[in-house]
């Protein structure tokens, strides 16, 4: 692949689901005979987002920053038909690899390029996302350019007035780069809620942490009601609830941005 070494290895316990890994880290899961099939609990809480984010089975216009397996675009084809959605990934050769062995479905409506991320939300026609979908990892680490003040202005510039922005994110106690991304996005959005494990947000362990924001009222009540049914519960945090993760600072500056960090070894990886 262009940035590591990418796999994609079949589950023994569902006919044509596989398991895509980036040197050895869980990247992404798919299972073609049900894209409603969620395995990873972050796509699950992304996808009681865009459940709720439009009536039931409502198109919608996405833009993805980041394509794995496809698993999300896969998942708004099945729930949301006739959705226009345009993925975007820096990697040719996984794209390349993903849609040979995993092909996409005909008719999808899904459109898939390599390209940079920030500059293609950069070039994104002004108000014509309903969604933007950040979920791009170097290897194990969301990269500087795409964690700062502009990043954010050109996600809010894509969006429609009442559009919703996605941000997946792993982080741990004490939360630094959380709290950084928090105020950079409020800095945008006057509404902003997160959704993660109460463990990891109680600091115990590293992981993942979706973040919501928008111009308008977030669904956040429902989300929370659906996460905290599924397997592993997730909870809802939003308003003076994200004052400790802030902790005074300041959105990230272009000259200032540094990538996410590092996890934990054997936090993700696999054999």
């Known amino acids: 692949m262009d940035h590591g070494t ?21 990247q992404s899961y798919v299972d073609l005979d049900d894209p409603t099939h969620l395995e990873f609990e972050y796509a699950r809480r992304v996808a009681h987002f ?42 040719a050769a996984l794209l390349d ?8 479905p005909s008719g999808s409506g899904i459109d898939v390029r390599a390209a940079d991320a920030r500059a293609a939300l950069e070039s994104a026609e002004p108000g014509s996302r309903d969604v933007v979908i950040g979920d791009v990892y170097g290897g194990t680490r969301v990269p500087a350019h795409l964690t700062t003040l502009p990043y ?7 969006l429609r007035e009442d559009g919703l922005y996605l941000l997946n994110i792993a982080d741990a106690a004490p939360f630094g780069f959380l709290g950084s991304q928090l105020a950079t996005l409020a800095a945008v959005f006057p509404e902003l809620c997160l959704v993660a494990e109460p463990s990891v947000l109680r600091g115990r362990r590293y992981g993942n942490i979706v973040v919501a924001g928008s111009r308008r009222p977030l669904p956040c009540d429902e989300v929370a ?14 308003g ?14 272009d000259g200032d941005a540094v990538p996410s960090p590092e996890p934990p070894e054997g ?3 696999i054999g």
């Open 6 to 26: 990418a796999k994609l290895m079949p589950d023994v316990d569902r006919d044509h689901a596989w398991l895509l890994t980036l040197d050895g880290s869980p």
């Open 50 to 91: 865009l459940d709720t984010t439009a009536p039931a089975g409502t198109p919608l216009s996405v833009l993805h920053l980041g394509g794995g397996a496809l698993t999300l675009p896969r998942y708004l084809a099945a729930t949301r038909p006739g959705s226009a959605q345009h993925v975007v990934d820096a990697d």
């Open 97 to 104: 690899l993903v849609t040979e062995v995993l092909p996409l």
């Open 152 to 158: 954010a202005h050109a996600a809010a510039r894509a």
């Open 225 to 238: 009601r659906r996460s905290a049914s599924d397997v592993f519960p997730a909870r809802v945090v939003r």
């Open 240 to 253: 003076a609830g994200l004052d400790r993760f802030v902790q005074g600072r300041s959105p990230v500056a």
């Open 267 to 269: 936090a993700f990886t």
